[in-house]
């Protein structure tokens, strides 16, 4: 009678032991498998986030480069290629205060502005952007150009002139172009503000 009570037990408690590691990896793999998809979706999100900023980056590039282009196209000479840079229904204000609106406007301004203004010791580059995206297709720069060296209405040559330029750049398919530009000339510092009042 002892033995047949004992069997019983036995089997009892072989289950038990049996059941708990059974029990034990199931809650295990269950762990692994919640931390696989943690890990997973952690993946994707910074996947997502990368591929935005390494996008959000070429973007502020090419915004860059509208400046860069509008500066060499001056050097140039070349209009056509300046009134390319923007929108067909775009706006400029030149420093001189002048409003220009579509590129066939800016061409016929662009060209005798430059024949008049650039010479060979010329120069022109942007500096100092600050570029903020206000929509995923929309962009607001604001930077400093620089123009060395550029004939003045009387002849002379004029050694700097820099210009506040401010534009709204707008994706149109695949190419970013400038919407509306506005250059207003830099007002100069006075001369002795760099001069030491120490003697």
Known sequence: MKTSQTYPTALIAIHTIHSAPQKSKSELRGLMQRLGLAFLACTLVISATGSAN????????????????????????????RASLFAEDGTFLTPQGDFLQGRVAMVKEFGPEAEQAVNVTTQAAFSNYRIRFVKPDVAVADALLTVRNVNGPDGTIIPVIPVNFFFVAV?????????????????AAPSNMFKSSMR
Do not use: Y
């Not at 400038?178 to 830099?186: K, L, N, V, W, Y």
């Open 54 to 81: 390494a996008s959000g980056a070429r973007d502020e590039g090419t915004v860059r480069g509208l400046g860069d282009a509008f500066a060499n196209a001056f050097i140039q000479k070349n209009a056509e290629l």
């Open 171 to 187: 994706r149109h398919g695949n190419r970013w172009l400038i919407q509306d530009g506005r250059a207003h000339f830099a007002a």
